[in-house]
């Protein structure tokens, strides 16, 4: 049988092929590798947490904030803001006129009377406007500053003196709470006379002469 012997670069060169070809086979491998692998960036980016939107405990989500605006762009906290002033305000105004009618004061008989009259009612005290007129007139006409200089009560340094014609003592004791403390005032007065003629005879309606 014939040897062929293969010259040592022939053979050396085959081994060269396959080395080159083990090389490339895994020089590939590794370039899939390195493909396959995502860029840190990528990975950052895929890992990044999602915008969450806040909810309250029953799951719905979390009304704005006032003052965030609403869709057309208005401030819906300076709306509420401007209603809530204007109610003030007209609270405010209401008031202001309530004192002041508060604070008027009647200048005539028919107000001072009515006025008593309120007041006596507030106080559980009873009257009528015709037993209140008809005292009022034969007392003092009408006069708020009438003053008795003659009786008994002016010769004991106590006259009598105002619409009902009361004295000092008198009005001290009966002197009806919320109302001025100077006896010739037209209101004090008729209720604090209205006030002891309530204690002593049962109403101002069943007096007929002095009291």
Partial sequence: MLSFNLPRTARVTRAHKVATVVLVAAGATTALAATAEPSNAQTTASHAPAAVKPV?????????KAGAGTADGADSSSVADGIKVTAVA?????????????????????????????????????????????????????NPNAVNDWDINAINGIPSKGLLQVIQPTFDTYHVEGTAKKLTDPIANITAAANYAAHRYGSIDNVNSAY
């Fill in 56 to 64: 309250s405990a029953n799951g719905l989500p979390v009304a704005p």
């Fill in 90 to 142: 007209k609270q405010d105004n209401s008031a202001r006129k309530a004192a002041e009618q508060a604070t008027q004061r009647p200048d005539n008989l028919d107000g001072w009377i009515r006025t008593s009259l309120d007041i006596m009612q507030s106080k559980g005290i009873p009257g009528s406007y015709e037993g209140l007129h008809r005292n009022i007139m034969r007392e003092s006409s009408g």
